[in-house]
């Protein structure tokens, strides 16, 4: 199994820039903003499917 630096190397095409930040950095988990705003979507989602369903029911039946 060849390693990553030989196979940059060998690829010369390929630059690697080694003062290029590290990508992980922002990869970072979900905080409290972006949970509360799921969660609020969520709820809103509900509550506009059930007034629907609720007006359809009372028109119809």
Known sequence: ???IDKV??????FPVD???????V???RP???E???IVIL???TLFTVSLSV???FEKYL
């Not at 940059?8 to 095409?13: F, M, S």
């Not at 080694?18 to 992980?24: L, Y």
């Open 1 to 3: 199994m060849e390693t």
């Open 8 to 13: 940059l190397k060998e690829n010369k095409h």
């Open 18 to 24: 080694p003062t290029a930040p590290d990508t992980n």
């Open 26 to 28: 922002n990869l970072k």
């Open 31 to 33: 905080g409290i903003l």
């Open 35 to 37: 949970f509360s705003m």
């Open 42 to 44: 969520i709820i809103l």
């Open 54 to 56: 609720y007006i359809i």
